[in-house]
């Protein structure tokens, strides 16, 4: 029995002696195998404040109620704009949109209305004119109408481009109705000379343009033929004024191909009244233009198709012949309403020798004077009437979009006399 004893001390002795030096030996390995620390630590600095130091207030601090604190007033207008609210949407910049440009639209113009035109533009008559009517006056006035005041009396008239026969019926008519007058008051001789000239220009010719529709419903057709330069562009476009004015619907046909710059004309005047253009390239076919223009005019059930020609030299045959074709193929279409030959007032003599010219081509039916503010040969109306058997229609009296008047005798003969 000790002897059991014995070996169970022995055995509990061993057990704490392995024990303890299995300790020590883990203790050492562990000191042996930890790696060395490579921060070094910070500087010793004033002690980190800790979780609910700053939330106890001091002791000795007044205490401060919502009601001592000042807020801003709110209907005050500071003039600044409300910051963001907790609910409002962060703000997001946007880059400003680029500027859309306005679409051009031409404003489309509102034209004089033709009736008495010519009465507005009367001034301008009288400044041009001024020589004949009162250069005639004056003479008629004097106290003996001697053959030297007779002949003076035809010189004015001659000088006037009124044309040799027209002159010589005139001073016959004034002979004898001076004589038959006797005395002679200012008043007496100029309501003479107004009677005789009126009656020399013809006040009972059909001046009317035949711009309407016909009666199978076929739009007028207006040809503007002329020689270079007389004002057949300018023409075209003033006369699309006076219909628009007289509330047409005009389409416009640019058969003036051999110029660009006559299609790109007719067309600003055109935008300017909201009439419809036809044009074609440059150097094209003017017939084909023109037959186009009337084609869409007849598409438009437009009232009036204006064709402005190119400006062509009555001596060249060539394109006098193609002035006659372009004639011919409108007219495929139907018949043509106006052809106008347009005649600068400014070349006198030279006008009648185009005009007889050009209405061997094409049937002139009507004559536009253009630039009659221009020149003092205001007689050249009587005498292109005689030569072609056609009235003067239209008168031109400046450059202004509304210098373009129906011709009226006795408003022309007012302006040339006075009143
Ligand atoms: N003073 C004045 N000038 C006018 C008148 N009519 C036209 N003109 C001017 O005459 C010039 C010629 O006019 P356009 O219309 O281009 O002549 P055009 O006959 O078409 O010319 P081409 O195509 O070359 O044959 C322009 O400067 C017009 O402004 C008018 O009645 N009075």
């Known amino acids: 029995m000790d002897l059991v004893i014995l070996a169970v001390v022995i055995a509990a002795v061993i057990v704490v002696v392995a024990g303890t030096s299995l300790v020590v030996s883990r203790r050492r390995r562990k000191e042996v195998t930890a790696p060395p620390p490579t921060r070094q630590a910070p500087p010793p600095q004033a002690p980190e404040p800790q979780v609910g130091e700053e939330a106890a207030p001091t002791k000795d601090e007044p205490r401060r109620t919502i009601d ?49 035109r010519l009465v507005r533009l009367r001034s301008r008559l009288a400044r041009s004119q001024s020589s004949l009517g009162q250069g005639l006056l004056s003479l008629l006035s004097r106290e003996h109408l001697d053959e030297d005041t007779w002949e003076e009396i035809e010189d004015t008239l001659l000088t006037a481009d009124v044309g040799v026969a027209p002159t010589q019926e005139l001073v016959e008519r004034l002979r004898t109705r001076v004589k038959v007058l006797g005395t002679r008051t200012p008043t007496e001789l100029r309501e003479l000379l107004r009677d005789e000239l009126v009656q020399l220009i013809g ?18 057709v ?5 020689v270079n330069g007389t004002g057949k562009t300018t023409t075209t476009g003033k006369l699309a004024r006076v219909l628009v004015a007289d509330g047409r619907q005009v389409v416009l046909g640019a058969a003036d191909t051999f110029r660009a710059a ?10 300017r009244v909201g009439a419809q253009i036809v044009r074609g390239p440059e150097g094209g076919d003017p017939a084909s233009v023109a037959f186009d223009a009337v084609k869409e005019g007849i598409a438009l059930e437009a009232d009036t198709v204006l064709v402005d020609t190119a400006g062509r030299l009555h001596t060249k045959t060539g394109l006098m012949d193609e002035l006659g074709k372009v004639k011919r193929v409108v007219e495929k279409h ?43 040969k205001g007689g050249i109306v009587v ?33 040339l006399v006075g009143e």
Do not use: H, Y
Not at 205 to 210: A, G, H, I, K, Y
Not at 222 to 226: A, F, H, S
Not at 343 to 362: H, K, W, Y
Not at 383 to 402: I, T
């Open 68 to 116: 001592s604190i000042d807020l801003p007033d709110t209907d005050v207008d500071t003039g600044l704009a409300p910051g963001p609210t907790a609910e409002a949407p962060p703000e997001v910049s946007i880059p400003p949109a680029p500027p859309v440009p306005e679409p051009t639209i031409p404003e489309v113009e509102v034209p004089e209305p033709t009736a008495g």
């Open 203 to 220: 006040p009972d010719m059909d001046r009317s343009l035949s711009t309407t529709r016909s009666a199978e419903g076929r739009p007028a």
């Open 334 to 376: 139907g018949p043509v309403s106006e052809v106008l030959l347009v005649l600068d007032a400014t070349t006198g003599q030279n006008g009648l020798v185009q005009a007889r010219v050009f209405a061997e081509v094409v049937d002139i039916t009507g004559i536009v004077l253009t630039k009659l503010d221009g020149t003092a």
């Open 262 to 271: 006559a299609a790109d004309q007719l067309q600003t005047w055109g935008e």
């Open 383 to 415: 005498a292109v009437q005689r030569e072609l058997g056609v009235p003067v229609k239209l008168v031109g009296l400046g450059e202004g979009a509304d210098d373009l008047a129906p011709f009226e005798p006795e408003a022309f003969v007012d302006a």
């Open 222 to 226: 207006v040809l503007v033929v002329g």
